[in-house]
């Protein structure tokens, strides 16, 4: 198991094979897009890599912790391997304690991110699917750079994903709120894509930048919810460690965004047949906006929660004491072992020894009005420490 406190960072390095894939999809088929090459070979690589990846899995990958003498993550004893009847009731008594849909959207945030996960899902996808062809059929520095040169372009997409996932999940470690970071990082992207929109054909070295910034934000965005944020969903108090209840959570937030997967590219595609570019993207910022909004709720809760922290924390600072503790030493006047400090005012040591009336440990020190000493010890009728003074 890793450290949950790490969840963000792990899961965004994790995450960083979808983006190799994708870009290896994207840049393998633009070598064959051009004018009279044989683009059939566009389509025959990639299932070609896809079989044998699948080969590899198929003859490496284990089916079951079990089978190299590890705990299983359900729970199930070893010893029902080899009996497929003990081990299938075993599974269903592990499984027993999962949690309904209702159940599971009554958990705090699962509603407002599976809305949210639907529209940034939505945005991403229409970018996948649209952004060779926007490329290829839109002017970069006053010509048509071509499909090829688009396919390639369009990979910095992704190459900008990669920097964004786990930069994002780091930051997410470290602040400890990820809500608050994605719903910024999601209003971030609004005029990003107006200004890709604007100023992504002057060149293709604006065009470049502004890829990878769009991945940095549309893609951190959207593996973040569906790999962290999903799994601290899962393991709310009220779930009470279900890891069933986990996969509940992480089901509805993944369809959710699914379903904008889905249809985001075929509104997009009509919108640009019928409105042109322009309203497409406006689509896509009021998409963007949408998203924003539905986590802002659980963002203002995560600010407030921040700057209580902050203010607790320059408040505690404040009323610190002003005495800086020296190490325990031994008395050599008594032999007796005293706690040397210093005074703040008068830069005069002090001591805590023990008191020759009472024999009960006080802090001496020096008043600094009379420069007489002075003790801690403790009042005999409300057993209070009290600051005894001559």
Not at 46 to 54: E, K, M, N, Q, W
Not at 198 to 212: D, H, P
Not at 215 to 238: F, K, N
């Amino acid at each position: 198991m890793y450290d949950t406190y790490r969840r963000g960072l792990i899961m965004g390095v994790w995450s960083t094979n979808v983006f190799v894939g994708s870009i290896l999809g994207t840049l393998i088929p633009a070598i064959w897009a051009t004018p009279n090459a044989p683009w059939g070979w566009s389509f025959i690589t990639p299932a070609l890599v896809l079989l044998v990846i699948s080969l590899m899995t198929s003859l490496l990958l284990l089916p079951d912790p079990r089978a190299i003498g590890l705990e299983s993550p359900l729970g199930v004893s070893t010893s029902t391997l080899s009996s497929p009847s003990t081990a299938g009731v075993s599974l269903r008594k592990a499984r027993s304690g999962g949690v309904g849909y209702l159940r599971a959207l009554l958990i705090p945030g699962v509603v407002e991110f599976s809305l949210a996960f639907f529209f940034v899902k939505m945005v991403n996808y229409v970018f996948k699917a649209w952004l060779p062809f926007y490329i290829a059929n839109n002017e970069i520095g006053g010509r048509l750079i071509g499909g090829q040169l688009a396919g390639w372009l369009s990979s910095l997409f992704d190459v900008g994903g990669v920097v964004g996932v786990v930069g994002i999940g780091w930051i997410t470690d470290l602040i400890g709120r990820r809500t608050l970071v994605i719903t910024v990082l999601e209003y971030t992207t609004i005029p990003l894509l107006y200004v890709f929109h604007r100023y992504g054909g002057v060149s293709e070295a604006s065009l470049s930048v502004l890829l990878l910034a769009c991945g940095c934000t549309l893609q951190a965005c959207y593996i973040t919810i569906s790999t962290a944020v999903t799994s601290d969903l899962g393991t709310h108090p009220s779930l009470k460690g279900s890891k069933n209840a986990r996969a509940m959570v992480t089901g509805i937030i993944n369809g959710t965004g699914s379903l904008g997967a889905a249809v985001g590219p075929l509104i997009a595609g009509w919108i640009s047949d019928n409105y042109g570019w322009d309203v497409t993207f406006y689509f896509l910022m009021g998409a963007s906006l949408l998203a924003a909004l539905c986590m802002s709720r659980l963002a203002m809760k995560d600010t407030l929660i921040c700057a209580q922290s902050v203010w607790n924390r320059f408040h505690t600072r404040g009323q610190q004491k002003e005495e800086v503790l020296i190490p325990l030493t031994s008395d050599p006047q008594t032999d007796e072992p005293s706690l040397l400090t210093s005074d703040p005012k008068t830069n005069e040591p002090s001591s805590l020894t023990s008191d020759p009336q009472t024999n009960e440990p006080s802090l001496l020190t020096s008043d600094p009005k009379t420069n007489e000493p002075s003790s801690l010890t403790s009042d005999p009728q409300t057993n209070e420490p009290s600051l005894l003074t001559s």
